[in-house]
């Protein structure tokens, strides 16, 4: 049995599953865990697995792998992942994030591996890619790239079909790229003040604009003028994102997943592609964007497509 795990700064979520191609089953899911000592995601990934293989009448001894999809940055400590990710870490950015601990990391490997013998941890947006290069909207494509728009903003990148994860496995943090000066309420989690995640992450939006990025959607959706606006600046800080990194690695197409994007794609898409669309066609002509082929199951099965 193997256990699929994916962390997000908003929440935690667990399946499992008897092989690598089978269904995933007993998903439950919380809020990731943010207070108390910088363990409390690990020992929270550890309930659940036990309460996962409980509703499902499993013994907690026959998971014998995890795979783990988890928003980055990560930090090395004794050759152990540990978690540097501004949306859960709070000591990073400091208490003008809000976030309640003072975390620079978050201890996640160490303590799975006592437990589980065999444990893989990636990037979640790689770790995506990975599966929609498998089941979704990625199949048979070498350059290609996967990029979620959720509580942050993430990538993974795939170029002459080998998947590009950098020193410590961080590669395709892209969404820490700078896009803008002296935004003041553009502070990322990170420390930086107007990269792409502070300026039009979900929780961004919530806080620059003094709503929840649901209602500002469902005002955008209605036709009201501000919100629109608003959403028109998001896609174009977002879409210049997608569009550099076309230009800047010769990509085929991107999927797009995380809850922003997916709740709102039929508003978000062709305003994204319209970034896109007629700016140096020798790179970009064809170049198309699509909606996640797995959906909103990208971030479970992106946990089972590291255990092979």
Not at 19 to 33: N, V, Y
Not at 129 to 157: F, M, N, P
Not at 212 to 238: H, M, N, P, Y
Request: glycine residues 14%; negative net charge.
């Amino acid at each position: 049995m193997r256990a699929c795990v994916d962390i997000g700064g908003t929440k935690v979520a667990v399946s499992l599953s008897s092989a690598s191609d089978a269904p995933l089953a007993g998903r439950i899911s919380e809020p990731t865990a943010k207070e108390g000592d910088n363990d409390a995601v690990a020992r929270q990934i550890l309930r659940m697995v036990g309460e996962a293989c409980e509703a499902q009448g499993i013994d907690e001894r026959a998971i014998d792998a995890v795979g783990i999809s988890s928003a980055g940055p990560f930090e090395l400590r004794d050759g152990m992942i540990e978690l540097a990710t501004p949306n859960i870490c709070g000591g990073i950015a400091g208490p003008e994030r809000g976030l309640p601990n003072t975390w620079l990391t978050a201890i996640l490997e160490a303590p799975l591996r006592q437990r589980f013998g065999r444990v893989r941890i990636e990037n979640d947006a790689v770790a995506a890619l990975e599966a929609e290069r498998r089941w979704g909207a990625l199949q048979g494509l070498d350059h290609c790239a996967y990029v979620t728009w959720s509580t942050g903003v993430g990538v993974g990148l795939c170029v002459d079909g080998r998947v590009l994860r950098g020193k410590n496995g961080n590669a395709g943090h892209a969404g820490h790229s700078f896009t803008a000066d002296g935004d003041a309420d553009a502070l990322c989690g990170c420390g930086n003040v107007g990269d792409v995640e502070g300026l039009a992450a979900g929780n961004a939006l919530a806080r620059r604009f003094g709503r929840s990025a649901a209602d500002l959607f469902a005002a955008a959706q209605s036709g009201e003028a501000k919100a629109l606006g608003t959403i028109d600046e998001a896609c174009r800080v977002v879409g210049r994102l997608l569009y550099n990194l076309i230009v800047t690695l010769d990509l085929e197409g991107i999927s797009l997943g995380g809850s922003v994007f997916l709740n709102n794609s039929e508003l978000l898409l062709p305003r994204l592609q319209a970034q896109i669309d007629g700016r140096l066609e020798a790179l970009t002509r064809k170049v198309r964007l699509v909606p996640a082929g797995l959906g909103d199951k990208v971030g479970d099965y992106a946990a089972l497509a590291l255990l092979d």
